[in-house]
């Protein structure tokens, strides 16, 4: 038996990983990444079995090691941006979501992801200007996520029309998600569609589901007199 045999290392990666044996899942993909410096699945495999453990630096570390050998690599820095999110770093992760969009314009979810990052954190008309731009190709999709996201900056950017008309389709599909519904909400309320707004504040509200604005949705009710 070859001990250097890669696809027998990953397997048995795999397997200690899935059993939560994890000090022998980080031992089998980081000799595999010791042999094979180059291949993107044993980063991320490796990162995989430390946000497993909720270690998310290590994980970061991991891809950031990847990076190092691999700079231009798209996933590697998509997982890089995806953690940075999970760590609440957000300036770190729109930065990557960037890189990742000079490599990849046409990657969808960096797009979406940096867009709604940047609808999350400013109220700078630039900035969420620069982010409706990236979510424009957005308004025909059927991916609810994506058209919520088109939808909110449109709204964030002043065309309330455009945003009731996106997000309406997207509670259509999810009537219930919290952030949705805070997000037509508001539309609704642009539009003095008063009491829709309040019924769409209400069901955001509904349940403990924390969401970005989830105080500006309390207080918009509270406007309303909900």
Do not use: C
Not at 83 to 100: F, G, H, I, P
Request: hydrophobic share 40%; no cysteine.
């Amino acid at each position: 038996e070859n001990p250097n045999n890669l696809d027998l290392i990953n397997l048995r990666g795999f397997l200690y990983k899935n059993q939560k044996q994890f000090p022998q899942a980080e031992q089998s993909f980081s000799k595999y990444i010791q042999l094979k410096k180059d291949s993107e699945s044993g980063y991320r495999n490796l990162a995989l079995v430390y946000i497993q453990q909720n270690q998310l630096d290590k994980a970061v570390a991991i891809y950031k090691q990847g990076l190092e050998v691999m700079p231009k690599n798209g996933n590697l820095l998509f997982g890089l941006a995806e953690l940075y999110e999970k760590s609440a770093k957000l300036n770190d992760a729109m930065q990557v979501y960037t890189d990742v969009l000079k490599i990849a314009p046409d990657n969808r979810l960096a797009a979406n992801n940096l867009a709604a990052l940047i609808a999350n954190t400013t109220d700078d008309k630039k900035r969420l200007s620069e982010a409706y731009d990236l979510v424009k190709p957005f308004k025909d999709t059927h991916e609810p996520a994506l058209l919520d996201t088109f939808g909110w900056l449109s709204f964030l950017n002043g065309d309330i029309d455009a945003a009731v008309n996106a997000l309406e389709k997207v509670i259509k599909r999810y009537p219930d998600f919290a952030e949705f519904n805070y997000h037509l909400g508001m539309a609704y309320a642009a539009k003095d569609r008063k009491e829709e707004a309040k019924l769409a504040l209400k069901k955001a509200l509904a349940n403990s589901a924390n969401f970005p604005g989830r105080d500006k949705a309390t207080a918009k009710l509270s406007e309303l007199g909900g």
